[in-house]
């Protein structure tokens, strides 16, 4: 049986379980019955987040620098006014978008304190 840990590793960088089977010249069947499995869809589960979460953080790091560029565009007089007001809805949608982010962890944070105070 192959380790778990290749087969997730098809499975995460791969776009589909067929194109995963491919790359471990292996039957497809055969990998919908291990996902089909607690523990290899757990560990699988765990690792896709993982994969998720450090996605997540590379985008919150460059954040500030896109949303940088975009303001900078939307500022430049000498950019013609559609790219302008283009970058300046970019710029409005993505601030709005944190904006309701931020909010809903907050209320998520004061919902865990209600439910849960004695794990603070």
């Known amino acids: 049986m192959m380790k778990d840990e290749i087969l997730i590793a098809a499975l995460l960088n791969n776009p589909t379980v067929r194109a995963a089977a491919k790359a471990l010249q292996m039957d497809e069947g055969n990998i919908y019955r291990r996902l089909r499995q607690p523990a290899f869809k757990e560990k699988y589960d765990d690792a896709r987040r993982e994969l998720l979460k ?20 939307a500022s430049d007089t000498e950019a013609a006014p559609q790219v302008r007001a283009n970058a300046a809805e970019a710029f409005i949608r993505n601030s709005l978008k944190i904006s309701e982010q931020v909010d809903v962890l907050e209320e998520i944070d004061k919902l865990k304190k209600a439910v849960f105070p004695d794990e603070q």
């Open 54 to 73: 450090a996605t997540a953080a590379s985008i919150q790091n460059r954040l500030g620098e896109a949303l940088e560029i975009i303001y900078n565009v």
